[in-house]
């Protein structure tokens, strides 16, 4: 039983592999194309390759579920053509220890999922799109980014972030009190994070509103501790495509903190999720196929069948996903949904074979 795991498994990931180049060879070639349009600055072509380069790996994680089904359906039905999974079936082995077969290969592809969801597909990401910025708008010794707001408890502060060493430029601290009146504004010409986490503000000068009038506080060194950290800012500069796992966790909980919409990250979330799951159930619903209408197809029709599938189950679950935020609908339900109908529909191919 270990050698014939082995050998399906071995179909199945040297046929995805084969599929994944195909499909990031045209994936890269789109993205690269698309970036012509907009070189300007000391963005050129050598530099919208690599940013077409560096894309793949987060590309690939998206596309991973569909190779993994049209990998599968190429794989086993190659076994298929020769009679391989017949004379398997008459040695006695049922459809459900042949799915517990495939399925390992499932699980190998969902461990290469979520390693490269995690740790490599988003920091190439946030890279390539930090070069881009820098190289269009000739700002390489700063940072890109606009005007932020960050909420911490009744603290929201205003910044315009100027670079990666922590200098966030002028800074507005915009102090409430418990009914949410206004208690003090503040201002600093120049503000940023130590070592510490603490908040050095220089030129600061806060007016504060009291019941028998208005204090006015001014100070050349001003050192505040706020919750708000070099990390979690780094993070609200960042879309959520590119923050890994951990990454969008941290910004859920603080947003849940403060009481703001999370919606969009728990989405993000959850789909990387999905997505990840997801991959298990392509191999066992490829064995379902070649065993049921495909028993008898070329490997045209089901690249073919492959091909629908794949794009069905991508379109409505982006779909779906994006349906859910509009009708503000729970992020942990909606991004289930394709995955769970997709198990339906393998376990009721599965119980139709014979």
């Known amino acids: 039983m270990r050698l014939l795991s082995s050998y399906l498994m071995r179909s199945i990931l040297m046929s995805t592999a084969l599929v994944m180049l195909v499909l990031l060879a045209l994936a890269g070639l789109i993205e690269f194309i698309s970036q012509l349009d907009d070189t300007q600055g000391n963005y050129g072509v050598p530099q919208a390759f690599l940013f077409a380069l560096l894309r793949l790996p987060q590309l690939s994680f998206e596309m991973l579920p569909i190779a993994a089904l049209i990998g599968s359906l190429l794989g086993l039905g190659d076994l298929a053509n020769h ?35 995690e740790f490599i597909g988003p920091p190439l990401d946030y890279f390539a799109r930090t070069m881009r910025d ?17 909420k911490d408890g009744p603290v929201i502060l205003h910044l315009e972030r100027i670079n990666s060493e922590f200098e966030f430029g002028a800074l507005y601290v915009f102090r409430f009190n418990e009914d949410n009146s206004l208690k003090s504004i503040a201002r600093a010409e120049n503000s940023g994070i130590d070592d510490s986490d603490n908040w050095i503000l220089e030129n600061f000068r806060e007016t504060r509103f009291r019941d028998d ?39 859920i909980s603080y947003l849940r903190k403060n009481e703001l919409s999370a919606e969009r990250y728990e989405t993000e979330l959850w789909s990387r999720i999905s997505r990840t799951v997801t991959v298990v159930i392509m191999p066992v619903l490829a064995l379902a196929f070649v065993f049921g209408s495909l028993r008898s197809s070329g490997s045209g029709s089901r690249l073919l069948v492959g091909v629908l599938i794949g794009l069905a189950y991508f379109l409505g679950s982006e779909m779906i996903a994006n349906s859910g935020q509009v009708f503000d609908l729970n992020p942990a339900v909606v991004t289930w949904l394709p995955s769970i109908a997709l198990l339906m529909v393998t376990v009721f191919a599965l119980s139709r074979v014979r």
Do not use: C, H
């Open 213 to 251: 009038g208005v204090q006015v506080v001014e100070s050349s060194i001003a050192v505040e501790s706020f919750d708000v950290n070099g990390e979690l800012l780094g993070i609200t500069l960042v879309k959520p495509v590119s923050l890994s796992a951990r990454g969008l966790m941290s910004y």
């Open 83 to 117: 009679s391989e999974l017949v004379v398997m079936r008459t040695a006695g082995l049922s459809v459900a220890r042949l799915a517990g077969m495939v399925a390992i290969s499932g699980v190998v592809l969902m461990i290469l999922t979520g390693v490269i969801g």
């Open 134 to 150: 820098e190289g269009r708008y000739e700002q390489e010794e700063r940072d890109i980014g606009t005007a932020a707001w960050v």
